[in-house]
């Protein structure tokens, strides 16, 4: 079963935090995974604050960041480009589901991303991995199978 990972899910396959081991399991197990191609630009800002948090050392900052963007450049992960289509999905999610509900830009983003891939193997049930409650109820409300991880 296909995996598209948000970049708040992403980085605990690098990083320890709450739900690591579950995300360490679905990548190493040979799931095919896909990742918008934002993630390495969230990563990026992810990581700088836990550096600004004390909860990574500055010097380690920039070879995990080089580990990742390694890992994002040689295939190892599906990257959804952010073309005019998901640009154009993220705007009708903002200017419809957001009406309503919070909803980030990055996040409509990485959702379109997702419901992109969705539309593009609908024969296929993706899963959504995420920990962030928002985008998991933006992601429900739009028929995802979503898979919240460390968070309830």
Not at 54 to 78: C, M, N, V, Y
Not at 97 to 123: C, F, G, I, Y
Request: contains cysteine.
């Amino acid at each position: 079963m296909p995996a598209f990972l948000d970049a708040s899910v992403f980085v605990k396959f690098y990083f320890p935090e709450a739900g690591s081991e579950e995300i360490i399991r679905l990548i190493d197990g040979g799931e095919e995974v896909w990742l918008s191609e934002l993630t390495g630009i969230e990563i990026a800002a992810a990581l700088a604050k836990k550096v600004r948090e004390q909860d990574l050392k500055q010097e380690h900052f920039p070879d995990l960041l080089g580990k990742i963007s390694h890992d994002l450049a040689t295939g190892r992960f599906g990257i959804v480009t952010i073309d005019d289509e998901v640009k154009g999905m993220a705007k009708n999610l903002l200017s419809t589901w957001a009406l309503q509900h919070p909803l980030r830009t990055l996040d409509a983003l990485q959702l379109a991303s997702a419901l992109k891939m969705r539309s593009q193997k609908p024969e296929l049930e993706w899963e959504f991995y995420v920990s962030d409650r928002t985008l998991a109820a933006a992601a429900e409300g739009h028929g995802l199978v979503t898979c919240r991880v460390g968070i309830p």
